[in-house]
């Protein structure tokens, strides 16, 4: 495979993941963003923990979607995260996903 080729297939990989992420974010409740992932979850715990003067993140996710192109099943039903780097965490406002009705009425 060419260096295009592997390229191109990434791309279109990306650019599948983001239709999915699409499809699925109002199904979520919270986004979730660490130094190597971002997650869709229904609901998070965030505990922060040290140990010999590090101070890290235990992140619990419920019913959640990974961002990862590589990851066959990008739906999981539990998942714990350690990071040693901050976390964002955002509660999704729903109506953002939602077409106003006004837009539906010819």
């Given amino acids: 495979?060419?260096?295009?080729?592997?390229?191109?297939?990434?791309?279109d990989m990306e650019l599948?993941?983001?239709r999915?992420?699409?499809?699925?974010?109002?199904?979520?409740?919270?986004?979730v963003e660490t130094?190597?992932?971002f997650y869709l979850a229904n609901q998070v715990?965030?505990?922060?923990?040290?140990?010999?003067?590090?101070v890290y993140f235990e992140l619990t996710l419920t019913d959640a979607w990974?961002?990862?192109?590589?990851?066959?099943g990008r739906f999981v039903k539990s998942v714990k995260?350690?990071?040693?780097?901050?976390?964002?965490?955002?509660?999704?406002?729903r109506d953002e996903f939602q077409i106003p009705k006004e837009g539906l009425e010819s």
């Avoid at 495979?1 to 791309?11: F, H, P, V």
């Avoid at 999915?20 to 986004?31: A, D, H, I, Q, S």
């Avoid at 990974?66 to 066959?72: L, N």
């Fill in 1 to 11: 495979m060419s260096g295009d080729e592997l390229e191109n297939y990434e791309s």
């Fill in 66 to 72: 990974v961002w990862d192109i590589y990851r066959q």
């Fill in 16 to 18: 599948q993941l983001y």
């Fill in 35 to 37: 130094e190597r992932r």
């Fill in 45 to 54: 715990d965030v505990k922060t923990l040290s140990n010999a003067g590090e």
């Fill in 81 to 93: 995260v350690l990071t040693f780097k901050d976390v964002n965490v955002e509660e999704l406002n």
């Fill in 20 to 31: 999915e992420y699409k499809t699925v974010v109002g199904l979520f409740n919270y986004v």
